[in-house]
C-alpha cells in the first residue's frame, strides 16, 4: 500500500505472509554441521524452514510539519521562531515480524560410545563432545508463554531409552519481534546550492525490549 505525498504526508506499507516446508536437516541437531535426526526416516526432518517467519510487516511514513515559513502556518514567524519551531520533517520506519520456527532439543554428556541412531554430536566451548536429541513432546508447547519464556517447558519429556524423541522440526514457535525508529531534520542553511541539515535519529525509539535468539533460550532453558 502507498500514499503519496498528500498535505505534507507521505505513508508506504508492504505485508508479506511466507512458509516453507522441507525435510532438509536443522543445524539444531548438531553444532559441528547440519545431520540427519533419523537417518533411517528422513521424514522426521520435514517441518517448517527456521528461517523463513510467517508474518512480516513494514512501514515508513514521512511529514513536513505544517508549521513555519513556505508552510501552512506560521508563514509570518520571525525568523528567530522559524529557526526553532518552522521547517520541521519527521520520518519512521516501523517493523514487525513473527518468531522463527524452532526445533527443541536436549544434551548430555558422553556416554561410553553408546548412543542413539542419530551421529550428530555437539561441541561445547571446551573442545568437549555431548550429545543434541529431540525430547518426546506430551502437549502443545506454545500455549501459555510469555516473551521472556514462550514456550511451555512442562510439554516435554526425556523420551525412552533407546528411542528418538517425537519433536517435530520447527515445532517451537520463537518470539517476535518489532522496532521504530523516528527521525526529526529540517534545513537550517540554504544558500547558492548549499544546505546544511539539522537531524535526531532515535533508534527503537520506544525503547522496546526484543528478546534474545529463540535459540539462546531454548539452550538456556534445556542444557
Known amino acids: 500500500m502507498q500514499r503519496r505525498f498528500k498535505g505534507g504526508l507521505a505513508v508506504n506499507a508492504a505485508y508479506t505472509l511466507a512458509g516453507s516446508d522441507g525435510n532438509a536437516p536443522d543445524g539444531g541437531n548438531s553444532t559441528i554441521g547440519v545431520v540427519q535426526y533419523d537417518p533411517y526416516d528422513i521424514e522426521k526432518?520435514?517441518?517448517?524452514d527456521p528461517n523463513v517467519v510467517k508474518h512480516r510487516v513494514v512501514?515508513?511514513?514521512t511529514w513536513d510539519i505544517p508549521v513555519g515559513r513556505g508552510r501552512r502556518?506560521?508563514?509570518?514567524?520571525?525568523l528567530w521562531a522559524d529557526a526553532i519551531v518552522g521547517g520541521w520533517t519527521v520520518s519512521t520506519i516501523f517493523q514487525a515480524r513473527s518468531g522463527p520456527n524452532l526445533t527443541p532439543?536436549?544434551?548430555y554428556g558422553d556416554t561410553g560410545g553408546i548412543y542413539p541412531a542419530?551421529?550428530?554430536r555437539t561441541?561445547?566451548?571446551?573442545?568437549?563432545f555431548g550429545e543434541a536429541w529431540r525430547p518426546d513432546v506430551t502437549g502443545n508447547p506454545n500455549t501459555g508463554g510469555t516473551r521472556d519464556r514462550f514456550f511451555d517447558l512442562t510439554k516435554f519429556k526425556l523420551p525412552a531409552a533407546g528411542s528418538l524423541g517425537n519433536a517435530g522440526k520447527g515445532s517451537v514457535h520463537g518470539p517476535g519481534t518489532w522496532i521504530v525508529n523516528l527521525a526529526f531534520y529540517k534545513d537550517i542553511v540554504r544558500s547558492r546550492g548549499f544546505t546544511a541539515e539539522f537531524s535526531a535519529l532515535?533508534?527503537?525509539?520506544?525503547?522496546?525490549?526484543?528478546?534474545?535468539?529463540?535459540w539462546?533460550?531454548?539452550?538456556r532453558s534445556w542444557t
Open 105 to 107: 532439543y536436549f544434551t
Open 216 to 219: 539462546e533460550q531454548l539452550a
Open 59 to 61: 512501514m515508513n511514513g
Open 45 to 48: 526432518d520435514r517441518g517448517p
Open 118 to 120: 542419530n551421529t550428530g
Open 123 to 128: 561441541l561445547d566451548g571446551v573442545g568437549q
Open 73 to 78: 502556518t506560521g508563514g509570518s514567524l520571525p
Open 202 to 214: 532515535l533508534d527503537n525509539a520506544f525503547d522496546h525490549r526484543n528478546s534474545a535468539s529463540g
